[in-house]
Nanobody, 122 residues
């Protein structure tokens, strides 16, 4: 299986920035599309962003577009989510995910990380 481990979460004030990292192992990371999802307290998990296997294509949820940037470094087996202009509504557990299928990565990815908490104070 593929193992995914997120890091970089924490507490930040509104308007601040965080960069999340997702370290992959167990499979050839460069073969996989990857993405980020989040789940706020009492709410369903929601899509945040995805990036294709070679980094050539990205897609963002409307609520984060223009503020968040997804990227990856296949030489380091690591994906990233740069989060700027953070809002209290961004508070959630953030999960990275990976899948071989570009459609599945945005709906039901096969592999998931354990999540990292992001808390944005007002």
């Amino acid at each position: 299986q593929m193992q995914l481990v997120e890091s970089g979460g924490g507490l930040v004030q509104a308007g601040g920035s965080l960069r999340l990292s997702c370290a992959a192992s167990g499979r050839t990371f460069s073969n996989y599309h990857m993405g980020w999802f989040r789940q706020a307290p009492g709410k369903e998990r929601e899509f945040v962003a995805t990036i294709s296997w070679n980094g050539g294509n990205t897609y963002y949820a409307d609520i984060v577009k223009g503020r968040f940037t997804i990227s990856r470094d296949n030489t380091r087996n690591t994906g990233y989510l740069q989060m700027n202009s953070l809002k209290p509504e961004d508070t959630a557990v953030y999960y990275c995910a990976a899948d071989l299928d570009t459609r599945e990565i945005q709906s039901r990815p096969r592999y998931w990380g354990q999540g990292t908490q992001v808390t944005v104070s007002s």
